[in-house]
Protein backbone atom coordinates (compact mmCIF):
# COMPACT_ATOMS: atom_id res chain seq x y z
CA UNK A 1 0.00 0.00 0.00
CA UNK A 2 1.19 3.54 -0.70
CA UNK A 3 2.69 5.52 2.59
CA UNK A 4 0.08 7.84 4.10
CA UNK A 5 0.73 11.60 3.54
CA UNK A 6 2.14 12.47 6.66
CA UNK A 7 4.49 9.20 6.55
CA UNK A 8 6.39 10.58 2.79
CA UNK A 9 10.03 11.66 3.51
CA UNK A 10 10.74 14.99 4.36
CA UNK A 11 13.96 15.31 2.44
CA UNK A 12 14.32 15.62 -1.33
CA UNK A 13 17.27 15.80 -3.22
CA UNK A 14 16.60 18.96 -4.69
CA UNK A 15 12.87 20.10 -3.77
CA UNK A 16 12.75 23.44 -4.62
CA UNK A 17 13.66 22.44 -8.33
CA UNK A 18 11.43 19.52 -8.10
CA UNK A 19 8.58 21.35 -7.33
CA UNK A 20 8.91 24.21 -9.54
CA UNK A 21 9.60 21.07 -12.59
CA UNK A 22 5.96 20.09 -11.38
CA UNK A 23 4.27 23.63 -11.06
CA UNK A 24 5.63 24.55 -14.58
CA UNK A 25 3.94 20.91 -15.79
CA UNK A 26 1.01 21.31 -14.06
CA UNK A 27 0.93 25.03 -15.18
CA UNK A 28 1.03 23.90 -18.56
CA UNK A 29 -1.73 21.00 -17.83
CA UNK A 30 -3.91 22.26 -16.13
CA UNK A 31 -3.55 26.34 -16.10
CA UNK A 32 -2.56 28.74 -12.83
CA UNK A 33 -6.04 28.42 -11.52
CA UNK A 34 -5.72 24.76 -10.83
CA UNK A 35 -2.29 24.59 -9.35
CA UNK A 36 -1.81 23.86 -5.64
CA UNK A 37 0.93 22.85 -3.38
CA UNK A 38 -1.21 19.96 -2.14
CA UNK A 39 -1.07 18.65 -5.41
CA UNK A 40 2.47 19.44 -5.92
CA UNK A 41 3.38 17.71 -2.68
CA UNK A 42 1.37 14.19 -3.95
CA UNK A 43 3.26 14.75 -7.38
CA UNK A 44 7.00 15.15 -5.51
CA UNK A 45 6.49 12.40 -2.86
CA UNK A 46 6.98 13.82 0.07
CA UNK A 47 5.17 15.63 3.51
CA UNK A 48 2.68 18.09 3.09
CA UNK A 49 4.82 20.12 5.13
CA UNK A 50 8.42 19.55 3.44
CA UNK A 51 8.08 22.51 1.10
CA UNK A 52 7.29 25.01 3.61
CA UNK A 53 11.10 26.09 4.25
CA UNK A 54 10.81 26.80 0.46
CA UNK A 55 7.39 27.88 -0.60
CA UNK A 56 5.58 29.22 2.75
CA UNK A 57 2.48 29.69 0.81
CA UNK A 58 1.32 28.81 -2.48
CA UNK A 59 1.63 32.57 -4.18
CA UNK A 60 5.37 32.30 -3.06
CA UNK A 61 5.64 29.24 -5.32
CA UNK A 62 4.01 31.46 -7.85
CA UNK A 63 6.20 33.90 -7.46
CA UNK A 64 9.32 31.72 -7.73
CA UNK A 65 7.72 29.93 -11.45
CA UNK A 66 7.41 33.68 -12.48
CA UNK A 67 10.84 34.43 -12.20
CA UNK A 68 12.28 30.65 -13.37
CA UNK A 69 10.12 31.89 -16.40
CA UNK A 70 12.35 35.17 -16.78
CA UNK A 71 15.35 33.01 -16.34
CA UNK A 72 14.70 31.05 -19.02
CA UNK A 73 13.36 33.16 -21.53
CA UNK A 74 16.56 34.95 -21.34
CA UNK A 75 18.78 31.86 -21.14
CA UNK A 76 16.59 31.38 -24.87
CA UNK A 77 17.05 34.66 -25.93
CA UNK A 78 21.10 34.52 -25.04
CA UNK A 79 21.19 31.18 -27.10
CA UNK A 80 19.56 32.37 -30.00
CA UNK A 81 22.01 35.82 -30.28
CA UNK A 82 25.23 33.55 -29.49
CA UNK A 83 24.54 31.70 -32.47
CA UNK A 84 23.03 34.59 -34.69
CA UNK A 85 26.64 35.81 -35.26
CA UNK A 86 27.50 39.37 -35.78
CA UNK A 87 24.85 40.86 -38.49
CA UNK A 88 22.52 42.95 -36.67
CA UNK A 89 19.51 41.47 -39.19
CA UNK A 90 20.65 37.85 -38.03
CA UNK A 91 20.40 39.08 -34.86
CA UNK A 92 16.83 40.41 -34.73
CA UNK A 93 15.51 37.71 -36.09
CA UNK A 94 16.96 35.39 -34.01
CA UNK A 95 15.71 37.13 -31.26
CA UNK A 96 12.17 37.47 -32.43
CA UNK A 97 12.29 33.66 -33.38
CA UNK A 98 13.27 32.53 -30.15
CA UNK A 99 11.07 35.06 -28.02
CA UNK A 100 7.86 34.14 -30.18
CA UNK A 101 8.81 30.18 -29.97
CA UNK A 102 9.22 30.41 -26.19
CA UNK A 103 6.28 32.27 -25.69
CA UNK A 104 3.72 29.85 -27.91
CA UNK A 105 5.62 27.03 -26.35
CA UNK A 106 4.85 28.26 -23.03
CA UNK A 107 1.94 30.25 -22.90
CA UNK A 108 0.16 29.99 -19.60
CA UNK A 109 3.93 30.55 -17.93
CA UNK A 110 3.98 33.67 -19.78
CA UNK A 111 1.03 34.80 -18.77
CA UNK A 112 1.88 33.96 -15.10
CA UNK A 113 4.93 35.89 -15.89
CA UNK A 114 3.91 39.01 -16.89
CA UNK A 115 0.78 39.16 -14.63
CA UNK A 116 3.09 38.92 -11.85
CA UNK A 117 5.35 41.92 -12.59
CA UNK A 118 2.13 44.24 -11.92
CA UNK A 119 1.69 42.80 -8.62
CA UNK A 120 2.48 44.84 -5.96
CA UNK A 121 5.75 43.69 -3.64
CA UNK A 122 6.52 40.99 -6.57
CA UNK A 123 10.38 42.79 -6.88
CA UNK A 124 11.86 39.86 -7.23
CA UNK A 125 9.88 38.99 -10.77
CA UNK A 126 10.70 42.94 -11.92
CA UNK A 127 14.33 41.96 -10.95
CA UNK A 128 14.47 39.03 -12.97
CA UNK A 129 12.49 40.55 -15.51
CA UNK A 130 14.99 43.22 -16.60
CA UNK A 131 17.78 40.48 -17.90
CA UNK A 132 16.11 39.68 -21.11
CA UNK A 133 14.42 43.40 -21.32
CA UNK A 134 18.06 44.58 -21.06
CA UNK A 135 19.21 42.57 -23.64
CA UNK A 136 16.52 44.05 -26.42
CA UNK A 137 17.38 47.10 -25.41
CA UNK A 138 21.51 46.25 -26.13
CA UNK A 139 19.95 44.96 -29.21
CA UNK A 140 18.69 47.78 -30.49
CA UNK A 141 21.79 50.30 -29.57
CA UNK A 142 23.69 47.72 -31.45
CA UNK A 143 21.42 48.39 -34.42
CA UNK A 144 21.60 52.20 -33.97
CA UNK A 145 25.64 52.56 -33.36
CA UNK A 146 25.93 50.38 -36.93
CA UNK A 147 23.29 52.56 -38.93
CA UNK A 148 20.87 50.42 -39.06
CA UNK A 149 18.29 51.91 -36.95
CA UNK A 150 17.47 55.36 -36.37
CA UNK A 151 18.30 57.24 -33.30
CA UNK A 152 16.58 57.61 -30.18
CA UNK A 153 15.88 56.06 -26.84
CA UNK A 154 16.53 52.40 -27.20
CA UNK A 155 13.80 51.95 -24.98
CA UNK A 156 11.13 52.98 -27.22
CA UNK A 157 12.21 51.09 -30.40
CA UNK A 158 12.88 47.78 -28.15
CA UNK A 159 8.84 48.47 -27.19
CA UNK A 160 8.06 48.60 -31.01
CA UNK A 161 9.92 45.15 -30.91
CA UNK A 162 8.80 43.82 -28.19
CA UNK A 163 4.69 44.53 -28.79
CA UNK A 164 5.66 43.24 -32.56
CA UNK A 165 6.57 39.35 -30.81
CA UNK A 166 4.53 39.94 -28.08
CA UNK A 167 1.29 40.43 -30.69
CA UNK A 168 2.26 37.57 -32.80
CA UNK A 169 2.61 34.99 -29.57
CA UNK A 170 -1.05 36.79 -28.64
CA UNK A 171 -2.56 35.50 -32.26
CA UNK A 172 -0.85 32.01 -31.94
CA UNK A 173 -1.81 31.45 -27.91
CA UNK A 174 -5.12 32.54 -28.36
CA UNK A 175 -5.97 30.51 -31.85
CA UNK A 176 -6.49 33.02 -33.86
CA UNK A 177 -3.29 32.03 -36.05
CA UNK A 178 -2.28 28.26 -36.53
CA UNK A 179 0.88 27.79 -34.95
CA UNK A 180 2.81 26.91 -38.48
CA UNK A 181 2.25 30.05 -39.30
CA UNK A 182 4.72 31.15 -36.57
CA UNK A 183 7.93 31.20 -38.09
CA UNK A 184 6.51 33.02 -41.26
CA UNK A 185 4.68 36.28 -39.25
CA UNK A 186 8.53 35.89 -37.30
CA UNK A 187 9.77 36.49 -40.78
CA UNK A 188 7.31 39.26 -41.91
CA UNK A 189 7.66 41.10 -38.81
CA UNK A 190 11.48 41.74 -38.49
CA UNK A 191 11.26 43.01 -42.43
CA UNK A 192 8.85 45.15 -41.42
CA UNK A 193 10.57 46.79 -38.09
CA UNK A 194 13.64 46.39 -40.02
CA UNK A 195 12.61 48.60 -43.24
CA UNK A 196 10.16 50.62 -41.01
CA UNK A 197 12.71 52.04 -38.31
CA UNK A 198 15.66 52.22 -41.02
CA UNK A 199 17.30 55.62 -41.18
CA UNK A 200 15.32 58.03 -43.52
CA UNK A 201 17.34 59.52 -46.38
CA UNK A 202 18.18 63.31 -45.64
CA UNK A 203 18.45 65.63 -48.20
Known amino acids: MPAAADERPYHHGNLRSALLDAAERGLRERGVDQLTLRDLVREVGVSHTAPRRHFPDRQALLDALAERGFAQLDSALRTA ?4 GAEFPARV ?3 VTAYTRFAAENAALLDLMYTSTRRP ?18 LIAQGQSQGELEQGPPEAIGFVLFATMHGIASLINSGLVGPELLDGLAESAVEQFLRGNHPRERA
Do not use: H, V
Open 121 to 138: GADGIAKAAEAPFELMNQ
Open 93 to 95: RAT
Open 81 to 84: LSLA
